[in-house]
C-alpha cells in the first residue's frame, strides 16, 4: 500500500548547522510529496511540495526534490536556525485522490 | 480571514463514552479532513467531508463518525471510546477536493481514561 518513511529523531543540531531529514515514500502511480512542519502546541503547517519528478519544492530556505528514480524526497537547509526547532513531517497525495499519508515525523533541535 | 479553529482544546473522557469534536473551516473553503495524530506518529486520515457528504474515507472503524453542515463546518464524533482513542485530532480544510493545499487547525487533544 502507500506510505511514507522518515528517518527517526530527534536530530540535533548547532546553529547554521547543514540539515538533511530522509524521506522515502512507496505509491502507485505519481503523487504529489509534501513537508510539513509543526511547531509545539500548533498545528501542521505546510513547508513545501512538488507535484512532478524532479521538481524542487522551496520555502523558508528549505529545499526537497522529488526524485522518482529513487522514491524519496528529502528534505535540506544550509543553516539551519533555533527557530527551526519542530517535528517535519513527510507526506504524500496520490493525484485524483483526497487521502493524504504522513510519515511518523522526525523533531530537530537546533542548538544556539 | 479566520483560519481553522477546533473546539474543545483539550478533552478528558472515560472508556465506553462519547464524544464529539468540531471544526470550523476556514472561510470559503468546502472541504474538510480529520485526522488521528497518536503521541509520537504522524497524522492518520479518518475521513474527508465535501459539500456535506462523505468524501473518502481510512482504515477506522464506524463509531468514528462525522458530519458536515452547510456552512461548512464539521463534527467529529467517536462512540464507544477505547484507551486507543487518545491522541490529537486534527482537521483540516481546503477550498476544493482533491486539493494540495489545506490548512489544519491546532487541534483536540483527547485523553480516553
Known amino acids: 500500500g502507500d506510505s511514507v518513511t522518515q528517518m527517526e529523531g530527534p536530530v540535533t543540531l548547532s546553529e547554521e548547522a547543514f540539515l538533511t531529514i530522509n524521506c522515502t515514500y512507496t505509491a502507485t502511480g505519481y503523487p504529489s510529496l509534501f513537508w510539513y512542519v509543526q511547531y509545539p502546541g500548533e498545528g501542521l503547517q505546510l513547508l513545501l511540495k512538488?507535484?512532478?519528478?524532479?521538481d524542487k519544492g522551496s520555502n523558508k530556505g528549505f529545499e526537497a526534490t522529488y526524485r522518482k528514480e529513487t522514491t524519496s524526497f528529502h528534505l535540506e537547509k544550509g543553516s539551519v536556525q533555533v527557530s527551526d526547532s519542530a517535528v517535519y513531517f513527510c507526506?504524500?497525495?496520490?493525484?485524483?485522490?483526497?487521502?493524504?499519508?504522513f510519515g511518523s515525523g522526525t523533531k530537530l533541535n537546533v542548538k544556539p | 480571514e479566520t483560519g481553522v479553529t477546533q473546539s474543545p482544546t483539550h478533552l478528558i473522557k472515560t472508556r465506553g463514552q462519547q464524544v464529539t469534536l468540531r471544526c470550523s473551516s476556514q472561510s470559503g473553503h468546502n472541504t474538510v479532513s480529520w485526522y488521528q495524530q497518536a503521541l509520537g506518529q504522524g497524522p492518520q486520515f479518518i475521513f474527508q467531508y465535501y459539500r456535506e457528504e462523505e468524501n473518502g474515507r481510512g482504515n477506522f472503524p464506524p463509531r468514528f463518525s462525522g458530519l458536515q453542515f452547510p456552512n461548512y463546518s464539521s463534527e467529529l464524533n467517536v462512540n464507544a471510546l477505547e484507551l486507543d482513542d487518545s491522541a490529537l485530532y486534527l482537521c483540516a480544510s481546503s477550498l476544493e477536493s482533491p486539493s494540495d493545499t489545506q490548512y489544519f487547525g491546532p487541534g483536540t487533544r483527547l485523553t480516553v481514561l
Open positions: 507526506a504524500l497525495r496520490k493525484n485524483g485522490f483526497n487521502k493524504f499519508y
Open positions: 512538488a507535484t512532478k519528478a524532479d
